[in-house]
């Protein structure tokens, strides 16, 4: 990401990508956001989970296709406006930097996103990753939502657990 410009990842594997601009407005709202949710680690993952909502929300009319639809399966593969988690995780990923480097970020770090589900590429799944001031990871994965739904904020070991 630059200061003014965001890619932002779809049709599956980064296939296309559109460029969502950052204006002054757009400033201003993740800003009222994180002003909002700023208060605790906690809170601040609320914002984390709003600001990616937000995100999916202002590059959808850039993609060309119908909104992303949850967990869609290959049969969505080179759509315009259809996600795959990997698309999911870069994107996720793309705006916690943009963020972390506006500041808007006072307790947790962007990590690496990560994957778990093996080497069977039907049952591998990737996401976002960010850390708290503890140590502890947590990730923000928005693979299993309709585009701009609220997503699943959850510890890494938790995610790490589940099964599709």
Known sequence: ?????????????CALRAVVRITDEDRAELQAIFAGHSHSAEAERE????AVSWFEKRAQPLLGGPPDIRGSDF????QPGQTDCLDEATN?????VFLQEEGLLRYH??????????????????????TDRDGK????????RDSGDPNDVMPLEEWESHLF
């Open 1 to 13: 990401p630059t200061p003014d410009r965001l890619p932002f990842c779809h049709a599956y594997g």
């Open 47 to 50: 914002g984390i989970n709003l």
């Open 75 to 78: 049969a969505h593969s080179g």
């Open 92 to 96: 996720s990923t793309t705006l916690l």
């Open 109 to 130: 770090t962007v990590r690496r996103p990560t994957s778990r589900g093996g080497l069977l590429l039907t049952l591998a799944h990737a996401t976002a990753v960010f």
């Open 137 to 144: 990871d947590w990730v923000v994965d928005s693979w299993m």
